[in-house]
């Protein structure tokens, strides 16, 4: 089993900045894509960005020139440095892994942009 740990979150104004950080641990040999979801209050989680043991990413539009996730896989660390961020931006960001097609999640860290 793998398990995923975050950090980072927390409260930002508009225009501000936060960096997300995700640690896999326990079974995580054969882990090919990392990534970013989240979810708003009443819609549904959404993909952010996902990035492969090769680098490959993939962005949603709505983050892209925003957001830049990077990856350590000698740490098995993914990190998602957010900036410019939007009030549409708020809710609970889930790292998430992808391991020979099984999905794990993160207990997932709140982001919140607010004035």
């Known amino acids: 089993q793998v398990q995923l740990v975050e950090s980072g979150g927390g409260l930002v104004q508009p225009g501000g900045s936060l960096r997300l950080s995700c640690t896999a641990s326990?079974?995580?040999?054969?882990?090919?894509?990392m990534g970013w979801y989240r979810q708003a209050p009443g819609k549904q989680r959404e993909l952010v960005v996902v990035?492969?043991?090769?680098?490959?990413?993939n962005y949603a539009d709505s983050v892209k020139g925003r957001f830049t996730i990077s990856r350590d896989n000698a740490k098995n660390t993914v990190y998602l440095q957010m900036g410019s961020l939007k009030p549409e931006d708020t809710g609970v960001y889930y790292c998430?892994?992808?391991?020979?097609?099984?999905?794990?999640w993160g207990q997932g860290t709140q982001v919140t942009v607010s004035s």
């Open positions: 998430d892994a992808v391991q020979i097609g099984r999905y794990f």
């Open positions: 326990g079974g995580i040999r054969s882990i090919d894509v």
């Open positions: 990035i492969s043991t090769g680098g490959s990413t």
